[in-house]
């Protein structure tokens, strides 16, 4: 059975893009699977769970990085599976999945409130900071800084091909944060002048490798270079677990067409366009992560993974891995 038609349209709205950014991702998911709970004509509880599963399906197919996605799946999923296994009724599980898919979004935008908090305290007066992309986490921790009376500046990398650096200027703007909006090529140029480099994550690896907008890596050494210390700003459901079983972290590839138009690259037969939408930062190159629960250094990752995936069987995290994206590409954590 196909899924709803609003939960084809998030689907639809994350593969396009007009949901991005993986925190909102994982919240649209769960609304998405709220809704499909909602929306539901199922007679039986396992007509609602296998309705529950196509939507999942649906879901997982859209973006294969932000890892958020499958977590903010799985932590409802899990919770249906445990439902049926204790044999509750019908009308008993479509309550399970409202509460739990509630619960994913309401702590999600409590972990990047409290991102904000922590991060704030980590910036000073005078503090010059550059960001990439666009990230709801850094965003929480500049603009709690700003409000509470901390005087810095940011520099924002455009961000290419898709300029969400220009949502985060324009963000910073409304805020009143005085920003510099600059090409992605004038990162190192820009870094001599930094104090700080904060960014978000798609994923955060067992090793504490961090996958973020593409641009990324190279911020980041650049950063290394001038000895500018690099923040990431990442709620724990960014962890991934599939590599603690050494998965690697799928880097989306995306259409040409974000860069150059088909007719243009007609014009050019022996060219092939490479838009690989991700990137891996290594752990060396990663001074801390702010996450809900505090900051860390990228090396405790693990830690934290065992702790909130520690009871996750194997079995559990390679079913949902395995509704992902067939197709292996050369991704990479190191
Ligand atoms: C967005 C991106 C963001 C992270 C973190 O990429 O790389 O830095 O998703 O964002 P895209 P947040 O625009 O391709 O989704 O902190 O909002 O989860």
């Known amino acids: 059975m196909q899924p709803h038609g609003r939960v084809r349209r998030i689907a639809e709205d994350i593969e396009k893009m007009k949901i991005r950014g993986a925190g909102k991702i994982a919240r649209s ?41 499958p977590n903010s799946i799985r932590y409802i999923m899990f919770r249906v599976k445990e439902g049926q296994r204790r044999n509750v009724e019908l009308g ?22 409290r991102i904000g908090e922590i991060g704030a305290g980590r910036i000073e007066d005078g503090d010059r900071i550059i960001t990439h992309c666009d990230s709801a986490a850094v965003r929480a921790i500049l603009e709690t800084a700003y409000t509470q009376g901390k005087k810095f500046t940011v520099v924002v990398c455009e961000t290419r091909p898709r300029f969400q650096g220009r949502i985060t200027a324009r963000r910073m703007s409304d805020a009143g ?17 930094m104090d700080k480099a904060i960014v978000g994550a798609d994923a955060v690896a067992a090793n504490g490798a961090v996958v973020n907008k593409i641009g990324t890596s190279t911020l980041a ?20 677990p599939e590599t603690m079983l050494g998965q690697l972290v799928k880097i989306e590839e995306r259409d040409s067409s974000e860069i150059i138009s088909e007719k243009e690259l007609e014009r050019m037969p022996n060219v092939t366009v490479r838009n690989p939408s991700f990137d891996v930062t290594p ?13 860390i250094p990228p090396q405790a990752t693990i830690m934290i993974m065992q702790e909130e995936f520690g009871s996750i069987t194997a079995e559990g995290l390679m079913e949902y891995q395995a509704y992902r994206l067939a197709e292996e590409d050369e991704s990479d954590n190191s």
């Open 92 to 113: 008993a599980l479509r309550k399970l999945v409202v509460k739990t898919a509630t619960d994913f979004i309401q702590n999600s935008m409590r972990a990047i409130e």
């Open 29 to 69: 998911a769960a609304e998405a699977l709220l809704i499909t709970a909602q929306q539901s004509k199922a007679t039986k509880p396992s007509a609602l769970a296998s309705e529950l599963e196509s939507s999942a399906r649906l879901l997982l197919s859209t973006r294969p990085t932000a890892v958020s996605l």
């Open 177 to 193: 944060i005085r920003t510099s909006l600059i090409v992605d090529g004038a990162a190192r140029f820009f870094m001599t002048k």
């Open 283 to 295: 752990p060396e190159y990663v001074d801390l992560i702010v996450t809900e629960r505090g900051i």
């Open 221 to 240: 050494l650049a950063a290394h270079e001038s000895r500018v210390l690099f923040f990431v700003a990442a709620e724990t459901y960014k962890f991934s």
